[in-house]
């Protein structure tokens, strides 16, 4: 089939592909990554692995049957992915998808009714990426959807809008739902409207949805826009008619600064409209005020630079340095003829409002495919087909992904030296800041936060962009303002982004705003409690790495002695109690590790939690010390890490604005001694030392 595709496509690239510009120009596209599945629908999910469903292994419109789970870290082989059974009743073909801002199960609702089929079901789907298991939400909506859309709303509620009962020729669903994970679903009456979800332009296909910065919800449907209100019964808002061929199913949009949307391809109203040419246009929509007085925003749009690319089903990605890029697509609706798929990439300015062609890709991504963005600032491009076009007398049906490494990952054609970080915590509060320490050859000159995608049908329905403001706390720290309400970023989970002043990206870590009103009250002052800095695998010091006194590593110094750092797959020795790596505090000269903690109040009691374990190897009669302030702890070692970990808590009252905390493994050998993992350091809500094991350990 590739060999067909190949030979059908040949001669009609543009005259882009005869240039020849450097990996810090064009990026670079990786070899073909073979799939289990179509990935019609691709997930990010809080665990940093991709999440693919919609069809059966051999293409079929069967998402019911099977998924595929990827797991980035153990690279691009089979080995890296599972598939899985779908325990649920639900074909999941053509459903809406969205992660679940106080869980982090990933929620789909509707779909298909049955295998094959294109008419619709009214039911919850729920995966949970820690059991890796897809089971019925055991609530259903008042309408089937097939093709609806999940938008999380400010409270982390989910607001499902348009799809059809019926299938592709509708007519859709008028009337919005939302839903709450502890409560179920309940319909929007108020918003039902006609206009809204129309059947003339296929309005309700996948409705392009968007949270402003005032918790006002915009709605393009095809040349329909509008406003939702989702509090109560509901209420719509008409507010206009999108002027450019640039819009319908077929067309793809993105919030790319909050209360800012490009609108750019498409122009067809659905995949049956095969010979209509694709736009090439964009059109930028912002939100202003109504009146001088007024806090309610009204909708003005303008011309933007056009691609050079007609398409098509392509995919827009916001990538971490704020510009977009634009994978995928075709000159005809889901066709090989006329000028052929885009195999080139584009990447969209919007300082210069200026496009640049970037590297082209193998396979056509045509409809039914997509595209994501990932932890490590590459793009996963994949799928295409089920239905696709027919070459030769085999159709289209990509079980296929690559990974786009964008200009900024490259100095020349050489991968540039990226920034590194490490942080204490995972969870963000709304209106607070986030301390962190960081390595980079170069200085830190921006921090942006993407929120983990949810994409099909061209369409990513929780993407986020957000550049955060931050200030230097000390040589390598930096202390970062967090977004003030959920309106500015919606509950969910957030990969965070370090840009060094040549514009290249770390890699992320993934953190999770709660809803508002299970937000936490406090923010852990630990940095780094998991020791997840340096990364062993990608620094080269294989399975562990010692340090000596006197010597730091992220925010942690060897008092004396040595410590190891660890892979919590180390030769099954440890394990780890989360995360990926382990500290080691090892044996006869006594391994001490501190960090000194910041932003203390004088008189408050704080709470510090560790897990802790022995190394196999150790031996018996260890002992872990702990020390901070006028408070000193030693707590009997016998569990075996390999096996299980305890958690301990210390609590102690600050005498200063810093205090230094210092862990110490007393007794075992000098390759192994008492294990160290997730520890936190949170204000108090009572006072007295205390620790959750059995009695007899101290």
């Known amino acids: 089939m590739e060999k067909l595709l190949a030979a059908a496509i040949s001669g009609i690239i543009s005259i882009h592909a005869a240039q020849a ?13 073979g799939w289990n599945i179509i990935p019609i629908h691709s ?24 998924y595929d789970l990827w797991d980035p870290a153990k690279g691009t082989g089979p080995d890296a992915h599972q598939l899985l059974p779908n325990h649920s009743p639900t074909d999941l073909f053509c459903a809406a998808q969205v992660v679940l801002p106080a869980t982090g199960e990933v929620m789909m609702s509707g779909g298909d009714n049955n295998a094959g089929g294109i008419a619709a079901n009214p039911n ?13 939400g055991g609530v259903k909506m008042a309408f089937p959807r097939w093709y609806p859309t999940n938008t999380t709303l400010p409270d982390g509620d989910v607001l499902v809008q348009g799809g059809s009962a019926v299938g592709v020729d509708g007519p859709g669903i008028i009337t919005p739902e939302v839903y709450n994970r502890e409560k179920g679903w309940r319909s929007l009456f108020g918003a039902t409207s006609q206009l809204a979800y129309d059947n003339g332009f296929n309005e309700w296909w996948y409705p392009r949805s968007w949270v402003l910065s005032n918790g006002q919800i915009f709605n393009l449907s095809g040349p329909a826009m509008f406003f939702i209100e989702h509090e109560g019964d509901g209420a719509i808002q008409m507010a206009g008619t999108f002027k450019g061929d640039n819009k319908g199913a077929t067309s793809t949009a993105l919030m790319y600064r909050p ?34 007085a007024s806090e309610r925003l009204k909708v003005v749009t303008e011309p933007a630079a056009p691609m050079n690319y007609k398409r098509h089903w392509a995919t827009s990605t916001m990538l971490p340095d704020g510009r977009v890029l634009v994978t995928g697509g075709a000159h005809r609706n889901n066709l090989l003829d006329g000028e052929g798929p885009a195999l080139h990439a584009e990447l969209w300015d919007p300082d210069s409002d200026s496009w640049r062609v970037l590297a082209a890709e193998q396979h056509a991504r045509l409809y039914h495919s997509t595209a994501i963005l990932l932890p490590d600032a590459t793009v996963l491009s994949g799928g295409g087909g089920s239905p696709g076009p027919w070459v030769n007398g085999k159709e289209l049906r990509n079980f296929n992904a690559q990974i786009f490494k964008p200009p900024y990952l490259f100095d020349g054609e050489a991968l540039a030296p990226r920034p590194t970080y490490a942080v204490g915590t995972q969870s963000l509060t709304y209106g607070g800041t986030l301390g962190l320490s960081y390595e980079s050859a170069k200085p830190i000159a921006r921090v942006t936060l993407l929120k983990t995608g949810a994409v099909t049908h061209s369409f990513n329905n929780d993407q986020w962009f957000l550049e955060l403001g931050f200030t230097a706390t000390a040589p390598n720290e930096l202390e970062i303002a967090l977004p003030d309400n959920s309106r500015l970023a919606t509950p969910g989970f957030y990969m965070l982004f370090l840009i060094d002043d040549a514009g290249v990206p770390s890699k992320a870590r993934i953190f999770h705003f709660a809803p508002p009103d299970t937000q936490p009250d406090e923010q852990d002052l630990i940095i780094d409690g998991g020791f997840e800095y340096p ?19 992220g925010a942690w110094t060897v008092e004396s002695g040595s410590i190891s750092l660890h892979l919590n797959s180390h030769r099954g020795l440890g394990k780890g109690a989360s995360g990926l790596q ?43 010390g702990i020390s901070i302030a006028e408070h000193k702890q030693r707590i009997a070692v016998t569990n075996a890490g390999s096996d299980h970990w305890l958690r301990g808590t210390l609590e102690f009252e600050a005498s200063a604005a810093e205090e230094r905390l210092v862990f110490s493994g007393l007794g075992g050998r000098d390759c192994c001694g008492v294990l160290l993992d997730d520890i936190s350091v949170t204000p108090s809500a009572s006072g007295g030392v205390e620790n959750s094991k059995t009695p007899g350990e101290y």
């Open 259 to 292: 209360d800012r949307i490009l609108q750019v391809g498409g122009g067809a109203p659905s995949d049956l409209q095969k010979h209509i040419d694709g736009s090439n246009k964009a059109t930028k929509l912002s939100f202003v005020p109504e009146s001088e």
């Open 124 to 136: 919850t789907t729920l995966f949970d990426g820690a059991l890796k298991t897809m089971t019925d």
């Open 582 to 624: 382990h500290l080691d505090l090892n044996g006869h000269a006594p391994g001490e590790a501190s960090q000194v903690l910041k932003g203390l109040t004088i008189g408050r009691r704080y709470k510090v939690d560790f897990s802790y374990a022995r190394h196999d190897y150790a031996g018996q009669g260890l002992a872990l």
């Open 535 to 553: 990364t062993l695998s990608e620094d080269g010091s294989g399975e562990w790495r010692d340090f000596s006194a006197g010597t730091t590593f």
């Open 43 to 66: 997930v990010l999910t809080p665990q940093g692995h991709v999440l693919s469903f919609g069809t059966d292994k051999a293409g079929n419109q069967m998402g019911g049957l099977y």
């Open 21 to 33: 510009w450097g990996n810090d120009v064009e990026g670079q596209w990786g070899p073909t990554i």
